[in-house]
């Protein structure tokens, strides 16, 4: 299957790596001595109760705000990350195809690369008959499918998605999560995905990070082989569903 | 249709209503002979208000430019200042104490001390006045638009390195724009309320008086009916400023703003 040669190809050499970060806003401590390696073409998932610096560790590895202490090496290029968020935040006084154009606009590519690249996207997201359109106009699935429109667009190395579709219902979410899937597999993405949702988390990342609350803290890593299998069957099979299992143990664990 | 139809008699209603205010009123007056003076009829202010009314037509230009010279200088002293405020933190501590007091201080204390430095010249004394007590509501619904500017999407904007002017321009403008927009619906009126009431203690020496002097000396000679044609005239150009930034503001934010579409 091209999924599988896909995952295989993948080289595994040392992407993100971060060695005891820790976060401090003024004296509260959000992150605590977290490490983690991030492989190139991985898609991590991070697991935790809210408040437990899930956002936070996004920021420090988009590197808009700075780390208290540790080490954190990124060796992905400048410019090549992309956010997406729970709310699609597009901009409500421009139409879609101009909120899709933003960031080609920073990095200052020219008119028609941009008409190109925003065109491509829009066709691939489904989004081309509405380019036109302001998001006021436009549903909450649409909307946040010109938001992964919009990170995309500029072919990004590395992806931080926090919580992304929290807002939407389960059809679209799944729906969403296929096609976010598909195109993670096409592109060389890495994929950092924050998200409450274990199952989400499952069936989308290859490891996934667990984190407790109050200090932020690392309490558990999986590992997820599911390189050759159906991702139709994988849904549905044994280990998907044993691994949601043990993710919510070590979660209800972590409380008491 | 259905939104048409609700605006007719939201008009309707309140034309039909002031109709009858205004024929009890002429029956009142005629039934118990109030005399003129005291309080005129509907009819005494209407031929008041046609005998004068190239007078009238004159003070409500005057008093127009005054209001809007005083908004257009607001508008532009009080973005700058927003936005200076909102780019740099030194300046934020060292103005910010000043607009407040700007704010608290009652501009009509100020009017005497503008007239003496500008004796020569009431026009700008006027608006001078119009200008300080409008400038307020811009300043800081424009800061406070600019600083609720998305988090998030700043990130986004920062996370392929946007510089501060681009940003500026291109995410906390158009945020901000919404916030300063209700901020000029305020100061529209706060500059003709500024503006006559400076007026009023002004006065006016020469040819180009406002409508709330001619208010003030129709009361001097008790001519009420005059007064009374002035106090309307003032009313209805406080209306048409306040429709007037309203309509800007619906054409301005018409396909983003969900507050817009209730106008
Ligand atoms: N800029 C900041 N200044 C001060 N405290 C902050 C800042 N950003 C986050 N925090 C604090 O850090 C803690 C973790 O916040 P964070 O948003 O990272 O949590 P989260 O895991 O993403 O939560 P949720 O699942 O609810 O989104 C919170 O207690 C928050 O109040
Ligand atoms: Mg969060």
């Known amino acids: ?256 | 249709m259905n939104r048409t139809k609700i605006n007719l008699t939201s008009f309707l209603y309140p034309l039909l209503f002031l109709i009858f205010i205004l024929l009890f009123w002429e029956f009142l007056i005629i039934y118990f002979k109030i005399p003129k003076y005291f309080l005129p009829s509907p009819s005494n202010v209407l031929n008041a208000f046609i005998l004068n009314i190239k007078t009238f037509l004159i003070a409500t230009l005057v008093t127009l430019s005054i209001t809007f010279l005083a908004i257009t200088l607001s508008i532009i002293s009080g973005v700058l200042i927003a936005i200076g405020v909102f780019q740099y933190k030194i300046l934020d501590k060292t103005i910010s104490p000043y607009i407040v007091i700007l704010q608290t201080t009652p501009i009509v204390s100020i009017i005497p001390l503008l007239i003496i430095w500008f004796k020569s010249n009431t026009f700008i004394t006027l608006v001078i006045c119009a200008w300080i007590a409008c400038i307020f509501p811009i300043i800081s619904n424009t800061l406070i638009g600019l600083k609720s500017t998305d988090k998030s999407l700043i990130k986004i904007f920062r996370i392929y390195g946007a510089s501060q002017t681009f940003m500026l321009k291109k995410l906390y403008i158009p945020s901000a724009l919404p916030y300063f927009l209700s901020g000029l619906k305020i100061s529209g009126a706060l500059a003709l309320i500024g503006g006559i009431s400076a007026e009023f203690i002004a006065g006016t020496g020469g040819r180009a008086s406002g409508i709330a002097y001619i208010l003030l000396m129709a009361g001097y000679n008790l001519e009420t009916d005059k007064l009374f044609a002035a106090l309307f005239i003032i009313t209805v150009l406080g209306i048409f400023i306040y429709s007037l930034f309203n309509f800007i503001s619906y054409l301005l934010l018409k396909q983003w703003h969900d507050s817009s579409t209730n106008f």
């Open chain 1, 1 to 256: 299957m091209l999924y599988q040669t896909l995952l295989n190809t993948r080289s595994h050499v040392d992407f993100i790596k971060l060695d005891n970060v820790s976060k401090m806003f003024q004296n509260l401590t959000v992150l605590k001595k977290v490490s983690m390696e991030i492989h190139k073409g991985e898609f991590i998932g991070i697991l935790g109760p809210s408040g437990c610096g899930k956002s936070t560790l996004l920021t420090l590895l988009s590197g808009l705000e700075k780390i208290s202490s540790g080490v954190l090496h990124n060796n992905s290029t400048k410019g090549k990350s992309a956010f997406v968020f729970q709310d699609s935040c597009l901009m409500p006084w421009k139409t879609l195809e101009q909120n899709i154009a933003i960031p080609l606009e920073i990095l200052n590519l020219s008119r028609q690369e941009i008409e190109e690249k925003v065109n491509k996207y829009l066709k691939i997201l489904d989004l081309y008959k509405f380019r036109k359109n302001y998001p006021r106009e436009l549903s909450g699935g649409m909307k946040m499918r010109a938001s992964i429109a919009r990170a995309l667009v500029t072919d990004p190395e590395v992806i931080l998605m926090d919580e992304p579709f929290a807002s939407l219902d389960q059809i679209l979410r799944e729906r969403l999560v296929d096609e976010i899937y598909e195109i993670y597999l096409r592109k060389n993405l890495t994929g950092i995905f924050v998200t409450h949702n274990i199952a989400e988390a499952v069936f989308l990342c290859n490891r996934i990070y667990i984190f407790s609350f109050h200090p932020g803290q690392i309490i558990g890593q999986i590992q997820i082989n599911k390189s050759n299998m159906d991702m139709k069957k994988y849904r549905n099979s044994d280990v998907f569903h044993q691994t949601c299992v043990k993710i919510r143990t070590i979660l209800e664990n972590s409380n008491e």
